[in-house]
Structure formats: C-alpha cells, structure tokens
C-alpha cells in the first residue's frame, strides 16, 4: 500500500517541484504571458484613439472647393516659346549676331542697310507658306510699350519680371495696349515689313534682353525663363575679369611711369656731365696758349 502510495501523482509533482528548471522556467512563462496582455491592451488602446479621431475629423472637416487666396505649393515656369502660334512653319532668316558662332552664321546675322552692315541683336523669323501670320507672346508679362518706330515698324515691348523683357517688331497691325496683361500665346499683332529688314519680306522681328543685354533667342527657345539667370552669372565674371585687366593695366602703367622717370634722371645726368667738360676744356687750352706766348716774349727779349 505504501509503495503504491509513493508512486502517486503526489510524488510526480514532487519531483517536478525539484527540478532545477522549473522555477525559471514557470517565471518566463508568466512574464511572457504578462508582457502579451500589456502589448494587447497597449494595441486595442491607440486603436479605438485612431477611430475617434478620424470620426471627429470626418464631422467637423469640410474641404471648401476653389478656395480664394490659395497658391500653388510649386510654381512651374513657363517655357520660352517662339513668337507664333505654330512654331513648325517658322523660319529664322537672320540670326542673332554672336562672335564666337561659325563664319557663316555669323554673316546670316549682318543686316545691310543704306550700304553699310549692321549686327542684329535679334531674330528675324518667317513662316513657310510666306504669307502674314498672328504674333504672339513668348511669355506671359505686362504690355510696356507700344510705338511706331520709322525703320522697324510697330514694336511691342512685354516686360516679365525679374529684368527680362521680350521686344517683337516689324509688325503691321497691334492688338494689345500699353499696361495690359498678356498670357503667353495671346495674340500680340500681326506680322509685316519694315524697312530695315526690308530684304526679308515680311516677318516679326524678336528680341530677348536680361538685364539690359540682348541674348541670342534660339539658345533659350524651349528653355525656362530662369536659364536666363546664367546670363547674370557671366556679366558679373565678365566685370570681375575686367577690374582684374584694368587693374593690372594700371599697375604697368604705373610701372612704366617710374622706368621712364629714372631714364630721364639718368639722361638729365649725362647732359650735365656732357656740359661740365666743354667748360673745363676751354679752359686748359687757354692756360696752354698763355704759356706758350710767355715763351715768345722770353725769346724775343733775349
């Protein structure tokens, strides 16, 4: 009876009890099982949050459609476009006069004019089909200008911000007024002659200038107004190379100043070297002569 008494359930957990594993390891359990209730809770908890967040969101939110004031987070910049509507039937006939372009176009750009060559600081552009044709704006801006000028007909001038402005000539008839705001692409006039590009029928003259300078248009057509920024960049390397030319001109000026006053102390010099010996030469020889007439008298009193 009391062997089997001594294998009874009683004495397995006994055993069990003894193990050295059992402790630590009835801890972990229940430290997971802790740690799993606290996560649960901690989960359930920031979801009911986020549900009554969004419920209230949703209730008192009303996005109010074309709201007045609002501005466009990114501003995207217009693309310089040529001065007509379709660009694939134009045809630039003079170029924009620039010193290091080819021989060639570089006489494409010289207008003749009362027998004598002028460099164009623009373009002179067709259209194909040879007829008149609407101009329009390259560019949104402001009306700056409107005028008759005697050799280049009716000019435009479209001011842009930023000191860049777009100057259209050559144009027979005028749509637009000084201070109107223009849209890129409204029409500006239309094409027609002039008599200073008399030789290229009938055509509008254009014009790009930043900051006062005329650029060549072609290199910009297709470009964002703020590639004309790298014009700016190499006016001011140009007039830093410039201070640095003038500069060093002055200083060899300065130089050469100070070589030519030491020649001409050292010729001032010479002179007065030169002048003192005549003096001294006459001088002796007239000491010699003296002496010798002495020696005459001598020998005629003897």
Same mark, same amino acid.
């Given at each position: 009876?009391?062997?089997?008494?001594?294998?009874?359930?009683?004495?397995?957990?006994?055993?069990?009890? #003894?193990?050295?594993w059992?402790?630590?390891?009835?801890?972990?359990?229940?430290?997971?099982?802790?740690?799993?209730v =606290?996560?649960w809770?901690? $989960?359930?908890?920031n979801?009911?949050?986020?549900?009554?967040?969004?419920? $209230?969101?949703?209730?008192?939110?009303?996005?109010?459609p074309?709201?007045?004031g609002?501005?466009?987070?990114?501003?995207?910049?217009?693309?310089?476009?040529?001065?007509?509507?379709?660009?694939?039937?134009?045809?630039?006939?003079?170029?924009?006069f620039?010193?290091?372009?080819?021989?060639?176009? #570089?006489? $494409?750009?010289?207008?003749?004019?009362n $027998? #004598?060559?002028?460099?164009?600081? &623009?373009?002179?552009?067709?259209?194909?089909?040879?007829?008149?044709f609407?101009? =329009?704006?390259?560019?949104?801006?402001?009306?700056?200008?409107?005028?008759?000028?005697?050799?280049?007909?009716? =000019?435009?001038?479209?001011?842009?911000?930023?000191?860049?402005?777009?100057?259209?000539?050559?144009?027979?008839?005028?749509?637009?007024?000084?201070? !109107?705001?223009?849209?890129?692409?409204?029409?500006?006039?239309?094409?027609?002659?002039?008599?200073?590009?008399?030789?290229?029928?009938?055509?509008?003259?254009?014009?790009? #200038?930043?900051? &006062?300078?005329?650029?060549?248009?072609?290199s910009?057509?297709?470009?964002?107004?703020?590639?004309?920024?790298?014009?700016?960049?190499? !006016?001011?390397?140009?007039?830093?190379?410039?201070?640095?030319d003038?500069?060093?001109?002055?200083?060899?000026?300065?130089v050469?100043?100070?070589?030519? !006053?030491?020649?001409s102390?050292?010729v001032?010099?010479?002179?007065?070297?030169?002048?003192?010996?005549?003096?001294?030469?006459?001088?002796?020889?007239?000491?010699?002569?003296?002496? &010798?007439?002495?020696?005459?008298?001598?020998?005629?009193?003897?």
């Amino acid at each position: 009876m009391s062997e089997e008494f001594k294998g009874g359930p009683k004495n397995k957990w006994s055993r069990i009890y #003894r193990k050295k594993w059992f402790f630590p390891a009835l801890y972990l359990t229940i430290a997971a099982v802790l740690l799993s209730v =606290v996560v649960w809770y901690q $989960n359930l908890d920031n979801q009911i949050t986020d549900t009554t967040e969004t419920e $209230n969101l949703g209730e008192e939110y009303s996005p109010i459609p074309n709201e007045e004031g609002a501005e466009p987070v990114i501003e995207q910049q217009e693309l310089i476009q040529m001065p007509l509507e379709n660009s694939d039937q134009a045809e630039i006939v003079t170029k924009f006069f620039d010193y290091s372009a080819e021989q060639e176009d #570089r006489e $494409n750009a010289l207008v003749l004019y009362n $027998n #004598r060559f002028y460099q164009s600081t &623009g373009v002179d552009i067709t259209s194909a089909d040879a007829e008149t044709f609407d101009v =329009v704006a390259a560019l949104s801006g402001t009306v700056e200008e409107v005028k008759e000028d005697p050799l280049l007909g009716n =000019v435009v001038i479209l001011l842009h911000g930023e000191d860049v402005k777009t100057y259209y000539a050559s144009l027979e008839e005028v749509s637009v007024s000084a201070g !109107a705001e223009v849209k890129q692409g409204e029409k500006l006039g239309t094409a027609g002659k002039n008599i200073f590009g008399k030789d290229n029928g009938t055509h509008v003259h254009f014009e790009i #200038r930043k900051d &006062g300078k005329e650029v060549n248009p072609e290199s910009f057509f297709n470009q964002p107004v703020s590639s004309l920024e790298s014009i700016t960049e190499e !006016a001011k390397e140009d007039a830093a190379v410039n201070e640095e030319d003038a500069t060093v001109e002055e200083e060899d000026s300065t130089v050469n100043e100070e070589e030519q !006053a030491d020649e001409s102390d050292q010729v001032t010099d010479t002179d007065g070297e030169v002048e003192e010996n005549p003096e001294d030469t006459p001088s002796d020889e007239a000491d010699d002569s003296e002496e &010798g007439t002495d020696e005459q008298l001598e020998t005629e009193n003897e």
